[in-house]
């Protein structure tokens, strides 16, 4: 697990898009209890950075669970509806 970006309000766990949905929670709880026990009250992320920019739509669902506002995409991952 990697715990990163606490100060800087996004938290990121190293977890892969390709691993079964209750491993992503778990993944991504054991995170938010590692940054909370090394940042304490100051660890209060609002996003969310997949490592490796790595995304699946199976990854929204448990980060929105979790709380985080936003979330960090790369180009090729979002879809963009557009009405032109």
Known sequence: MVATGGDKGRS???RDPLIPEA???RQIRANDATNRRY???VYAPRGFFPPEM???DRVL???EE???Q???L???ACKVLSDR
Request: a neutral charge; aromatic letters at 16%.
């Open 54 to 56: 790595c995304y699946s």
């Open 66 to 68: 979790a709380g985080y």
């Open 39 to 41: 940042f304490g009250e």
């Open 74 to 76: 790369s180009g090729v």
């Open 23 to 25: 491993e992503t929670r």
């Open 70 to 72: 936003w979330i960090i």
């Open 61 to 63: 669902g448990p980060v």
């Open 12 to 14: 990121q766990p190293r």
